[in-house]
């Protein structure tokens, strides 16, 4: 597990809080790429399809602003 390897622990208390934390990081924040790059909460709540289409968006979005971009210093 990482956080294992990254932290000494001091007591009981603290390993569990650290754990908890890093649970909590695994399955809300952490993309996996096993899973598209999204987080297991994502498959857990059904936001796969709208996650995906998302993505697609921006990324149509950021390839017609480069399109736009080269065409304008191109003009120049």
């Not at 001091?10 to 695994?26: H, Q, V």
């Not at 149509?60 to 602003?65: V, W």
Request: hydrophobic residues 40%; proline residues 1%; positive net charge.
């Amino acid at each position: 597990m990482e956080c294992l390897n990254t932290k000494s622990f001091i007591t009981l208390e603290d390993a569990r809080e650290t754990i908890a934390c890093y649970i909590d990081y695994y399955n809300r924040v952490r993309l996996h790429s096993s899973l598209f790059f999204l987080t297991p909460e994502d498959f857990l709540l059904g936001r796969v399809k709208e996650k995906i289409a998302k993505r697609e968006l921006k990324l149509k979005m950021a390839a017609e602003n480069r399109a736009l971009y080269w065409q304008m210093s191109n003009a120049a």
